[in-house]
Nanobody
Framework: QGHLVESGGGSVQAGGSLMLSCDASGRTERIYAMNWFRQAPGKEREYVARISFTTGAINYVDSVRGRFTISRDNAKNTVYLQMNSLKPEYTAVYYC???????WGQGTQVTVSS
């Protein structure tokens, strides 16, 4: 099936920005959509954003709409999550996963300090 590799996390202050990348080049099965998720300490993993590879439709969880932008670079088989105006409550490990889903990667840590 191949796997997905997340990168781009880091530590920033509130109000800062980060851009996460999800490299899907190792994924051999056709992908119909890519999703970003996050898991904060002590909490369940939650959905953040989605981009459809068939329609181009984009969707965000309400808490990040207007702050996050999901995009895709077909040539690089990479999906990005541009995160602006970051808040401390966005601190989490961020993961990507596809439709159809594959095994979870290691994620990338995002830490936002107040």
């Amino acid at each position: 099936q191949g796997h997905l590799v997340e990168s781009g996390g880091g530590s920033v202050q509130a109000g800062g920005s980060l851009m996460l990348s999800c490299d899907a080049s190792g994924r051999t099965e056709r992908i119909y959509a890519m999703n970003w998720f996050r898991q904060a300490p002590g909490k369940e993993r939650e959905y953040v954003a989605r981009i459809s590879f068939t329609t181009g439709a984009i969707n965000y969880v309400d808490s990040v709409r207007g702050r996050f932008t999901i995009s895709r670079d077909n040539a690089k088989n990479t999906v990005y999550l541009q995160m602006n105006s970051l808040k401390p409550e966005y601190t989490a490990v961020y993961y990507c996963n596809s439709n159809p889903p594959t095994s979870w990667g290691q994620g990338t840590q995002v830490t936002v300090s107040s």
